[in-house]
């Protein structure tokens, strides 16, 4: 099993998020960081402070060498995917070709009322994702993109220059969603996160992508799985290695391990000798 960690943006500081990135970066056990894309701290107190995560994921990106770097995940509404992709590209640039591309279609009424955002219905948004996906494969691998859909209209669009990735940065689609996400997934994503819960419903949804890869011709296999794992004060290390235990019997490939606030290099130092302990990591 590989791991990663993801430090979100929010009730923390800058100097403590880039203190535990920079102390990362030295222990291969991990080997991509991760931040998110909102604009107001989740599931807490959402006046806390949160800084933006694709500016903050650029300068990590400079502070690092070796760590991949990515959004789990990306609201596919807050940006145009035109936008969105010429950031991308200049980040895969910027990094050396260490970007990883999450994006998912978009869940915080909240933020998205008090923004102003268009959030949409659920099939809107999961149409308009979809639309999203052809458009950054699109700008992200060609010279030139036309597309005329619902939600995204485009002509002779041209995004230079791109980055070293080819055909593209690997799109990781991040959520459970089995009739959507998971058939989305399917037919644009190298990558699938699942947003965390209990082995077994884990195996469940990885069944699910796997039927939705036989509908569309895709070899299950050119998806890599990953999934949040809670790093609690209360279980520590140790309940972090056991739950990916448990989900690598059901195939895990890549545990990404969720760092509470506030936000210490100590954290990943002492997670690291408990991950080499479990005999789960192996140096390549």
């Known amino acids: 099993m590989r791991f990663a960690f993801k430090t979100a943006p929010q009730n923390t500081t800058w100097a403590d998020m880039l203190a535990v ?10 080997e991509s960081g991760w931040t998110f894309d909102h604009f107001c701290p989740i599931f807490s107190d959402s006046t806390g402070p949160c800084l933006e995560g694709w500016t ?13 770097v990515g959004t789990l995940v990306t609201g596919i509404h807050h940006r145009h995917p035109a936008v969105l992709a010429n950031m991308a590209a200049a980040l895969d640039v910027i990094s050396g070709g260490r970007l990883e591309l ?8 909240e933020e998205s009322g008090a923004y102003g955002i268009e959030l949409g219905t659920l099939k809107e948004r999961f149409d308009r994702f979809e639309e999203a996906c052809q458009v ?7 010279e030139t993109t036309d597309f005329e859909g619902r939600f995204y209209q485009l002509k002779a669009a041209r995004n230079e220059p791109k980055g070293p990735q080819r055909p593209h940065p690997p799109i990781c689609i991040g959520g459970n969603g089995e009739k959507r996400t998971l058939r989305i997934t ?35 296999k050119d998806i890599m799985l990953s999934a949040h794992i809670r790093l609690t004060p209360e279980r520590g290390p140790r309940g972090v290695i056991e739950d990916a235990i448990a989900l690598g019997a059901e195939g895990l490939d890549l545990a990404i391990v969720y760092l509470p606030p506030p936000h210490n290099p100590a954290d990943v130092e002492s997670l690291a000798e408990a991950i080499r302990g479990s005999g789960l990591w192996r140096p390549a």
């Open 21 to 30: 990135w920079r102390a990362a970066d030295d222990i291969e056990v991990f």
């Open 56 to 68: 903050t994921l650029t300068a990590l990106a400079q502070a690092t060498t070796r760590l991949r």
């Open 102 to 109: 999450g994006i998912g279609a978009g869940w915080n009424e």
């Open 136 to 142: 950054l494969i699109g700008l992200l691998s060609q």
């Open 186 to 220: 399917a037919k644009y994503a190298q990558h699938w996160n699942y947003i965390g819960g209990t082995a077994a419903e884990f195996a469940r949804k990885r069944d699910v992508l796997k039927a939705h890869c036989a509908d569309v011709g895709r070899n299950p």
